[in-house]
């Protein structure tokens, strides 16, 4: 099967009217979708955080047990760097799309970018950076951490209050389970697509299952597979409608369309 491409700066009419249709639509986020923001991607050549570092030794529970403060440094200063950044012109597009459609969001990713663009995030099926709990007791941890400008090499996690175990931030790291209410957050918004409906897969590399077969499973809903990202992905070939752009530039020329035909 192959999918026809377009570029952004000639976003599809049947791409436009697939949306406009919609009921509802359900957005499924990676990293690409707050690159704009400043915040790299994984996978990207260059540029991706796992060319640079490894995730065996900083996103395992395993590298977690083995050595707490040389991944808390890590993950401290991907506090900072989120911390600093605003959401893009496509989370704030989508928000905008929210108050047109009925959408749900289900992201991978871990920064708070959707949230301070005004969208109501349904799933975050990887976790959430800032939702610190104790990795020993597993009560959530609200106090203010020190956040470094850098990587660090190695830094003490804060301690836990209630057991003085070590507090980890709120991802999930490869070999543990997706957090189970997001998990079905994600498969109710699934379920609840109908023929006519849209799913946007904005982002994300097609590559970490569970969050990989989700647009199959919203294709096999009846919606429309719409692809939004510029380069190929595992996930291409199975989308009704690949856009080959940013999401800073192709999601606020989509809503804009949209709103505009709504008028
Ligand atoms: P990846 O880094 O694997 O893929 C990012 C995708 O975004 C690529 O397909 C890029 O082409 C695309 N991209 C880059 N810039 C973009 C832009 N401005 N606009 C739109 N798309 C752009 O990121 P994910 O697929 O999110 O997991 O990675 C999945 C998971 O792997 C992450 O959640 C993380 C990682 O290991 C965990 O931490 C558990």
Redesign the pocket.
Known sequence: MTTPETTADALPEEVVAAVRGARRVLVL?????S??SGV?????AQT???EEFD?AQL?TAEAWQEDPPFVWGWYAWRMHLVRGVDP?A?HRALAELGRLREVAIST???DDLHERAGSDVAAH???SLFALRCADCGVPYAQEVDLPSEPQERLTPPECPACGGHVRPG????G?MLPEADVAATESAIDALEPGDVALV???????FP??GYPAMARAEGATVIE??????DISDMCHHVVR??????LPALVAAVRDADR
């Not at 790299?40 to 990207?44: H, I, L, Q």
């Not at 991802?171 to 490869?174: G, I, L, P, S, T």
Request: glycine content about 16%.
């Open positions: 986020s990676g990293a690409g979708m690159a704009e790299p991607t994984f996978r990207d991706g955080l796992w995730p996103a893009n496509g991978q990713n871990v099926v990887h976790g991802v999930v790291w490869f543990e904005v982002g994300t590399s097609g590559i970490v969050a990989a939004i990202n510029p380069l190929e992905t752009g940013t999401a800073a530039e192709v």
